[in-house]
């Protein structure tokens, strides 16, 4: 889908925690205009894998390049000023303030002339680029001064996302993007996240919801135990391909950590046929949402 | 089926259509935030109302001028707590530290013979390092500030002893101190006031409009600002004919409004104050956007000690005097309960600077009506109780609600 050099590559990182191993020679890349989606069962290293690239916690082993370029992530800001924006499951939004204030916070625009003396804020022109932002991505919100809090949980999803984009990144990390959501609002978020890759982002989605994950992604990485069991494109794998990694049942060596990392990356990419999954309803939604 | 069919294929547009509910989300603005302030003013309304009837000298304009000379001590006090309660804390030591730094003020000014304007701006940094030091230990050791500033209210009531002395009172006769709470601006001074601040508010809402209405973006009509202004010019005008109509515009309301005007700006129009209610409504989030959390505690405690300092001072001006009950008794708790009344959130992230003059306004007409009447002290302590309690409470059914609607 898309060739273009990685924009983010990890190499053989590790992260533990006393003495739990959290990530263990983690090999993971993203390229601009690709949606990769993480999946694993709880404790595989998804959400450590995601706040190491965060800068959340900082990594004890291994390397990360940004754009070709080695580059140390220690802190959150590092991150931001690399241009990797994350957006985390608990959206991190105040409830309190509206759309605009949301989007701007800790980042508002002064006004100039003689109200830097002040320090007074620029309204007017927070409001417009609001209005431009949520009209780029399409997403509709009617009222951009109306607080967050009044919204459904799809609204406020998507102001997350927005506000992720703000600082113009390179990639965008989404925490469960459509955990919690009913219907109508994952398909609204799904269609934001298809939007960012086609404006070249570089998409990182954790989810737990296969479906989903089937619907967007362009490759799908397996973690277990804190290594990357397997990684598939995703028009060429199964649903039950991919369950079978994350519960380790396809794995051979069920149970042990050593060949798991022989699968990373291109090894991995087994070839089985599709049609004889017994539920069909994944493949379906596959289709519909690459159509 | 069909729900399947729409999950797998998104509106291009987003969609969101009937996630949007314009209607029911300006009616809800509407009877949480503007008619918030607006059944205050209805309140303050009905117990005018009450005790006019009761006793005709209570809208003269003599009482009410004594009533704003009487509520500027823990209006200005109300100020700082407000900024407290946007954050989701409370300053249970505003008393104490408003007691402590008058008698400082006091101490300088009568038995050290400094100016009055060093004494004044002396307590006003003995308050401000007072809050800096009760934030510091706050989001420090991390001690709820429910605690610290209950130790706080316990240590600066000794410290106030301490200052005082063997007399403990300390009589006030320096005309500058004194002069606070007792000059007046009557006549065509009370009205060049007037005139100057109708004409700033004026300027700054029709420039503020005209700059959303060049941008394109979505603004009251003009007609409704135009009312606005309106409503704002008469009740200045009516203000300063009632105060001129008695002894002028008095220099202590004038300092309150000043004060709250101030610090609304702050809350409202700059980077600040944007981040008080973004902390007081989420502070993870806040934090997350890279807000620095603690630094904005800090500060806010640090002002509303210095707040507190400010109301002491124009409380020992009126009294003519500093003594040990100083900033004792309910001056606490009136402080605290008038923003509450007026509707600011004991639960953070909501509430405004005006609300520290509404509620001052509600508690100061239920004090002075009752005086007026002659009743028992007990009798005003249990409807003030009463009132608080019923402020309270709609705060907390108001905060059900939107937790229901699935807003925190």
């Known amino acids: ?291 | 089926m069909t729900a399947e069919a729409t999950a797998a294929e998104p509106t291009p547009a987003g969609g969101g259509g009937p996630d949007d509910r314009p209607m029911k989300g300006f009616l809800r603005r509407f009877v949480e935030g503007d008619l918030g302030e607006l059944r205050v003013i209805i309140v303050l309304a009905v117990i005018w109302a009450i005790f006019q009837s009761q006793e005709d000298r209570f809208l003269s304009a003599t009482n009410l001028t004594n009533l704003l000379l009487q509520i500027t001590a823990i209006g200005l006090v109300s100020v700082g707590v407000v900024l407290v309660l946007l954050l989701g804390e409370i300053d249970l030591s505003v008393g104490a530290v408003s007691g402590l730094c008058a008698a400082v003020m006091a101490v300088l000014s009568v038995k050290h013979g400094w100016s009055p304007y060093l004494a004044i701006a002396a307590a006003v940094a003995v308050g401000t390092a007072i809050g800096m030091f009760h934030g510091s230990v706050f989001t420090q050791f991390g001690v709820p500030s429910f605690v610290v500033t209950l130790a706080g209210l316990l240590a600066w009531q000794g410290a106030q002893l301490e200052v005082l002395g063997t007399t403990g009172t300390i009589n006030m006769t320096d005309p500058e101190i004194t002069g606070l709470t007792s000059t007046f601006y009557d006549g065509a001074t009370g009205w060049a006031i007037a005139i100057v601040g109708f004409a700033v508010y004026a300027a700054v809402s029709l420039l503020t409009w005209r700059r959303k209405v060049a941008a394109g973006l979505r603004t009251q009509p003009l007609s409704t600002l135009a009312i606005r202004l309106v409503l704002a010019a008469a009740a200045i005008v009516a203000a300063v004919a009632v105060l001129n109509d008695d002894r002028g515009v008095p220099l202590a309301a004038l300092i309150l409004v000043g004060f709250v005007i101030l610090f609304q700006f702050v809350t409202t129009k700059t980077t600040f104050g944007r981040h008080i209610y973004a902390v007081g409504g989420n502070d993870e989030a806040a934090r997350r956007a890279g807000i620095k959390v603690k630094r904005i505690r800090i500060v806010v405690f640090a002002i509303a000690s210095s707040m507190a300092a400010v109301g002491g001072i124009m409380a020992a001006s009126r009294l003519l005097a500093v003594n040990q009950s100083s900033g004792a008794g309910d001056f606490l708790l009136l402080a605290i309960a008038g923003p509450v009344i007026a509707g600011t959130s004991l639960f953070g992230g909501r509430g405004s600077v005006w609300t520290a003059l509404l509620g001052a306004l509600v508690i100061g007409s239920i004090s002075n009506g009752m005086d007026l009447l002659a009743l028992e002290s007990s009798v005003k302590f249990m409807v003030t109780g009463a009132v608080l309690l019923v402020a309270v409470v709609i705060d907390a059914l108001a905060r059900r609600r939107r937790q229901a609607t699935g807003r925190v």
């Open chain 1, 1 to 291: 889908m898309n060739d273009g050099a990685p924009v983010l590559t990890l190499e053989e990182v590790s992260k533990s925690f006393g003495p739990v191993q959290a990530l263990q020679d983690v090999d993971f890349e993203v390229r601009p205009g690709e949606v990769v989606a993480l999946v694993g069962d709880n404790g595989a290293g998804k959400s450590t894998l995601v706040k190491a690239i965060a800068g959340i916690h900082s990594i004890d082993g291994g390397r990360i390049a940004f754009e070709g370029r080695p580059v140390k992530v220690s802190t959150p800001t590092d991150a931001v000023n690399l241009g990797i924006a994350t957006v985390y499951q608990d959206l991190a939004l105040c409830d309190n303030l509206d759309v605009v204030e949301n989007l701007f916070l800790g980042r508002e625009e002064r006004s100039v002339g003689l109200a830097t003396i002040t320090r007074q804020l620029d309204e007017t022109s927070m409001e417009r680029q609001a209005h431009e932002l949520l009209d780029n991505l399409a997403v509709t919100i009617t009222d951009v001064r109306s607080e967050v809090g009044t919204m459904s949980g799809g609204q406020r999803q998507q102001v997350a996302i927005a506000r992720s984009l703000l600082g113009e990144p390179k990639v965008v990390l989404l925490d469960e993007p459509t955990a919690a959501l009913g219907v109508r609002q994952t398909a609204q978020v799904l269609a934001l996240i298809k939007r960012l890759r086609d404006k070249g982002h570089g998409v990182v989605v954790i989810s737990h919801n296969l479906s989903n994950v089937f619907e967007v992604a362009d490759r799908i990485v397996v973690l277990r135990l804190g290594r990357v069991a397997a990684v598939y494109d995703a028009k060429e794998t199964t649903h039950e391909e991919v369950v079978g990694a994350i519960t380790g049942a396809s794995d051979p060596s069920t149970g042990e950590l050593g060949p798991a990392v022989d699968e990373v990356m291109g090894a991995a990419r087994r070839r089985d046929q599709p049609g004889e999954q017994p539920d069909g309803e994944p493949r379906e939604r596959e289709t519909g949402g690459t159509a």
